[in-house]
Antibody, heavy 119, light 111 residues
Framework: QITLKESGPTLVKPTQTLTLTCTFSGFSLSTSGVGVGWIRQPPGKALEWLALIYWDDDKRYSPSLKSRLTITKDTSKNQVVLTMTNMDPVDTATYYC???????????WGQGTLVTVSS | QSALTQPASVSGSPGQSITISCTGTSSDVGSYNLVSWYQQHPGKAPKLMIYEVSKRPSGVSNRFSGSKSGNTASLTISGLQAEDEADYYCCSYAGSSTFLVFGGGTKLTVL
């Protein structure tokens, strides 16, 4: 059974760096084709794809946020970490991590974590 | 503004069929058979309903179907049920640079 869970601060101040951790079970991020992605959703708004890391450590980022994002993995801990620099109130959103099997799709999602950016 | 265009809302009565459109461009929907659809109930995480345009994951009702024509993908729900009331998002691969784009979401109301 695949599960994912996001963790991190619920409140960050403008200009600070956000660090979110996705802890997962039921699959290995060393399996060929597998990836873990991050997607966010501002309150009442649409989903926005942020980043993806593959089993082979290849990474992809949203072009509009690429300069602010870093995604890393710790295969031994079954964790993926997303950092986002220079946080702004417009970055207030629920952040989800999700499992990507071999195809371009996210079939299992975490419950999400709401991050509020406010001074 | 989202990269893929969806109607803000659609509605239908129980038992009816509805279709949600998702319009992209020749750089995303039109170029790849990698469109997926997600259902999201309030306060919940999205759930995968359709992938690779028309494939259903195990456990998803066959009342849900997907298709694509040119730059527009569609999700059809037949035999509407009350539990289908939710937000629906389309998503498409958009090449190695842009990578992945979502639609703005469609709120389905079951009357």
């Amino acid at each position: 059974q695949i599960t994912l869970k996001e963790s991190g601060p619920t409140l960050v101040k403008p200009t600070q760096t956000l660090t979110l951790t996705c802890t997962f079970s039921g699959f290995s991020l060393s399996t060929s084709g597998v990836g873990v992605g991050w997607i966010r959703q501002p309150p009442g708004k649409a989903l926005e794809w942020l980043a993806l890391i593959y089993w082979d450590d290849d990474k992809r980022y949203s072009p509009s946020l690429k300069s602010r994002l870093t995604i890393t993995k710790d295969t031994s801990k079954n964790q993926v970490v997303l950092t986002m620099t220079n946080m702004d109130p417009v970055d207030t959103a629920t952040y989800y991590c999700a499992h990507r099997p071999g195809s371009v799709v996210y079939d299992y999602w975490g419950q999400g974590t709401l991050v509020t950016v406010s001074s | 503004q989202s990269a893929l265009t969806q109607p803000a809302s659609v509605s239908g009565s129980p038992g009816q069929s509805i279709t949600i459109s998702c319009t992209g461009t020749s750089s995303d929907v039109g170029s790849y058979n990698l469109v997926s659809w997600y259902q999201q109930h309030p306060g919940k995480a999205p759930k995968l309903m359709i992938y690779e345009v028309s494939k259903r994951p195990s456990g998803v009702s066959n009342r849900f179907s997907g298709s694509k024509s040119g730059n527009t993908a569609s999700l059809t729900i037949s035999g509407l049920q009350a539990e289908d009331e939710a937000d629906y998002y389309c998503c498409s691969y958009a090449g190695s640079s842009t990578f992945l784009v979502f639609g703005g979401g469609t709120k389905l109301t079951v009357l």
